[in-house]
């Protein structure tokens, strides 16, 4: 009797084993398969704008299209107003341009321009205290946007905290992630990102300095 109790406890405690396991390997599949292809989406921009046309071949700088005003505050993203200093009219042989300029600047339509960042509500940044202050460069956050292509861009559909899809000829940062087919997707400002910068500059970490 004794040992057909002990059979049968074993037989129980290998089932739930079983159990345990195949519930843990499932987790793992949504967890690192599933749930970032549901929790993310992927994104293009409206006009296929070229940075290294601008950056490299024209010789643009990022403060020329996102500038500081006399009193430090920052532009954003361009509108349709900066844009059209240059292209009022088309001058290239991109079909982009060509969109933009029928599409955008003929009707003064503003672009709807997709973040490549966009930090939450509670968030208060101040691109005045990093560049200006700190001079610390545009593509420490953002990237090498003026030196390859962004491809696309990967939302996340609950934070709205993104990552920036390159080629994979774009160098890695401490926060990239390799994805398949070659692809290098840089890491986002997400707050990890932001206070481990602050600490090697020796910098406050303080609540209040970033959320007010």
């Known amino acids: 009797m004794k040992m057909r109790d002990i059979s049968e406890s074993q037989r129980q405690f290998a089932l739930l084993g079983g159990i345990f396991a195949a519930a843990l390997v499932v987790s793992l599949i949504m967890g690192w398969i599933l749930f970032p292809s549901l929790a ?7 006009i296929n704008y070229n940075p290294p046309l601008h950056v490299e071949q024209i010789g643009i700088t ?5 500038f500081f005003y006399e009193d430090g505050s920052w532009a954003g993203i361009p509108t349709l107003e900066t844009c059209v200093d240059c292209h009022s009219d088309i001058i290239g ?12 600047v003929k009707k003064n339509r503003e672009v709807k321009w997709a973040l490549y960042v966009k930090q939450p509500e509670c968030v208060s940044f101040s691109h005045s205290s ?12 953002h990237g090498p946007q003026g030196h390859s292509d962004p491809k696309d861009y990967l939302a996340n559909r609950i934070t709205n905290y993104s990552y920036v899809v390159y080629d ?3 160098p890695l940062n ?9 692809e290098t997707v840089w890491g986002t400002m997400r ?16 609540c209040f300095i970033c959320h007010k």
């Open 40 to 46: 993310y989406a992927r994104k293009a921009q409206p």
């Open 191 to 206: 707050m990890d990102e932001c206070t481990a910068c602050h600490r090697s500059r020796g910098t406050s970490t303080a």
């Open 130 to 141: 990093h560049v200006r202050m700190a001079k610390i460069a545009c593509e420490t956050c």
């Open 93 to 104: 042989a991109s079909p982009e341009e060509e969109k933009f300029v029928n599409e955008y």
């Open 174 to 182: 401490a926060f990239t992630i390799i994805r398949d087919k070659g």
């Open 168 to 170: 994979p000829r774009v």
């Open 62 to 66: 990022c403060d020329t299209c996102h």
